[in-house]
């Protein structure tokens, strides 16, 4: 079974700077898809960026990229330019592809404040 | 911009009773799910369904849950016999493919007293 595992359960970030966030996941797969979602207080989640396991590029959806190392296991996000906007809770979630409907796998989260 | 809606956004009820989740999904999505969310606690995968049955659930889903699509529109989750551990964060999802991006409901707060 995949697992996800966010290990900083909070951080803070100044308006403008960049920051981190860390995830990893184990898997015997070699082919999925790997997932930040942003959830803002009281609000739904909303995707902030995906990642092809077979493509060695790192996704950049604007000021929001990934470190994808797949050897290691590991999808990080990084988050330029910190917005107050960007305050929320981020999940890491893993979906192995090809196996009916395809369920999303998470991690536990990772609660974002952004400081002004 | 098409949204996944989920009513109540709370929902209070006492144990041993019949709950109705609600969810709307996008209007031209064809794959739907259920997850939950205990308190601090990861977002875990109820079950998924697909041209009116379920495609796959997990060990969570058991004989007191059910889901239905009941008209064209709506997406139900029920669960018959409700038990305090029961009690979490229920969010709907939709997509429009099978390994399409997840489009996700700002979620119903159960509480089982």
């Known amino acids: 079974a995949q697992t996800v595992t966010q290990s900083q359960p909070e951080m803070s970030v100044q308006e403008a700077e960049t920051v981190t966030l860390s995830c990893t996941y184990d898997t015997s797969e070699s082919n999925y898809y790997l997932f930040w979602y942003k959830q803002p207080p009281s609000r739904q989640m909303i995707l902030v960026i995906r990642?092809?396991?077979?493509?060695?590029q790192n996704a950049t959806e604007n000021r929001f990229s990934v470190n994808f190392q797949k050897a290691a296991k590991s999808f990080s996000l990084k988050i330029s330019d910190s917005q107050l906007g960007d305050t929320a809770m981020y999940f890491c979630a893993f979906m192995k592809p090809y196996s009916g409907n395809t369920p999303l796998v998470f991690g536990k989260g990772t609660r974002l404040s952004v400081i002004a | 911009e098409p949204e996944v809606t989920q009513t109540p956004s709370h929902q209070v009820t006492q144990m041993g009773q019949e709950v109705i989740l609600r969810c709307v999904p996008i209007?031209?999505?064809?794959?739907f799910y259920w997850y939950r969310q205990i308190l601090g606690q990861k977002v875990e995968f109820l079950v998924s369904f697909y041209n009116n049955e379920i495609s796959e659930k997990s060990e969570i889903f058991d004989d007191q849950f059910s889901v239905e699509r009941p008209d064209g529109s709506n997406f139900t989750l029920k669960i018959r016999s409700t038990k305090l551990e029961d009690s979490a964060m229920y969010f709907c999802?939709?997509?429009?493919?099978?390994?399409?991006?997840?489009?996700f409901g700002a979620g119903t707060r159960l509480s089982v007293l």
């Open positions: 990642q092809e396991a077979y493509k060695q």
């Open positions: 999802a939709s997509s429009e493919a099978e390994e399409g991006i997840q489009y």
């Open positions: 209007s031209n999505h064809l794959y």
